[in-house]
């Protein structure tokens, strides 16, 4: 079973998606053993909370020096035994001593078709308010591996999302949670789960 430790930020429906998965099935050999937020109060805390998943809160401006939270988060997944960390909606740049130790161990969902919108300053609404803002007429979402970088890493799954007449950056956002990120979060991990991903020069090749 693959240990996995989920970092979130806010309303947790992509947590709530892998939660799911897990329960129903879709994700195989595959356990969550633990929730780290880095705000607290939100409702992917809940979430944890009603599936029995153990959660942790680990804020920032609780701490004078970023390295003392940086140190923290490291501490908190070392802690939890964790093979595998999914960033579902985690909306922090995580510490590169972080990205080093779990190399090709970390993943995020990002709500545009990378390289599309993404980088520095792309993230939640934002990303979709740009994509609206330039027209195009696709958009959707992507699960990659997390490298030092800004959402730069191997490319796991991508799905597209068609742009309609009179969608608001808020109904795009809902869109592309429902029609890509809640699948193709799971897949990922579920892929991960079952060994069928590996990172070759710097590209996922999937079996
Ligand atoms: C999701 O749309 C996710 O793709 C995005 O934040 C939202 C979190 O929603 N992440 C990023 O923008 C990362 N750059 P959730 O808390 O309901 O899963």
Known sequence: MLRVAVLVSGGGTNLQALIDGVGSGSIQNAEIVKVISNKSGVKALERAEKAGI?????????????????????????KSDAELIVLAGFLLVLPPALVKKYENRIINIHPSLIPSFCGKGYYGLRVHEEALKRGVRVTGATVHFVDEGCDSGPII?????NIIKDDTPETLQKRVMEEAEWKILPEAVNLIALGRIKVVNGKVEMT
């Open 54 to 78: 153990p959660s942790e809160v680990i804020k920032k401006g609780d701490f004078e020096k970023a390295e003392d939270f940086e140190k923290a988060l490291i501490d908190s997944i070392e």
């Open 157 to 161: 799954l991508q799905k597209a999302v």
